[in-house]
């Protein structure tokens, strides 16, 4: 059985947030008629608390995009993003949400960053997504969203470590792009056998 999983398109990774990856909004048309066409929709969300441990303003003369070792390994420091209850850590208003049937919460827990849908980043507290994936027997995750090379990459070799099968919808992600970044990221899923495909591909 197969899901649309959409990753993180909160207000703070579009044009005009906190945390913006360059055109983030230009997929959401693509997005929307993706859900039109999948029976299963699930929706990822950042949410931090303030002060988030992930946040350069955390760290006395810490900058946002600096790197810390962290005890479970390193952390890229953000700009404050995605705060509970913020404008900027709602979907994006022009997202279709309607068929969404499960929203999973992450970067919840202060002292521990998230990038993939399935595990934090210390690669061991879940999200709790594979169960739900395994109890309603769907074995194919058709990914969209932001960022490419963060949360949608992590998500993608994490989903496949899980044992399902991951789709990359290529013109329905956008990436961050920190030192080609991006490039790697293709690179990496690729390797690890994601199966890279277009809405056009899915639609048509």
């Known amino acids: 059985m197969n899901a ?4 993180d398109l909160q207000n703070d990774f579009c044009p005009g947030g906190a945390l913006p990856v360059p055109d983030g909004d230009a997929i959401v048309p693509v997005i929307n008629r993706l859900v ?3 029976d299963i929709i699930i929706q990822t969300q950042d949410w931090h608390p303030a002060g988030h441990s992930s946040f350069a303003s955390s760290h006395a003369g810490a900058k946002p995009y600096e790197t810390i070792d962290m005890e479970y390994g390193i952390q890229v420091l953000w700009p404050d993003h995605c ?4 404008y900027g850590a709602e ?3 022009l997202l279709n949400t309607n068929k969404t049937q499960v929203i999973i919460r992450k970067g919840f827990r202060k002292e521990i960053d998230s990038y993939s849908t399935f595990f934090e980043n210390d690669q061991k507290t879940t999200t709790g997504l594979s169960g739900y994936l395994n109890q309603r027997k769907i074995t194919d995750l058709f990914t969209v969203g932001l960022a490419t090379d963060f949360c ?5 070799l994490d989903g496949m470590n899980e044992g399902f099968t991951m789709h990359v919808i290529k013109d329905a992600v956008k990436g961050i792009n920190l030192d080609a970044s991006v490039e790697k990221a293709w690179s990496e899923m690729i390797n690890k056998g994601a199966n890279i495909t277009t809405s056009e591909e899915i639609l048509y």
């Open 4 to 7: 649309l999983l959409i990753v």
């Open 36 to 38: 039109d066409h999948f």
């Open 83 to 86: 705060v509970q209850g913020s």
């Open 91 to 93: 979907f994006h208003p």
């Open 152 to 156: 949608v990459k992590w998500s993608v």
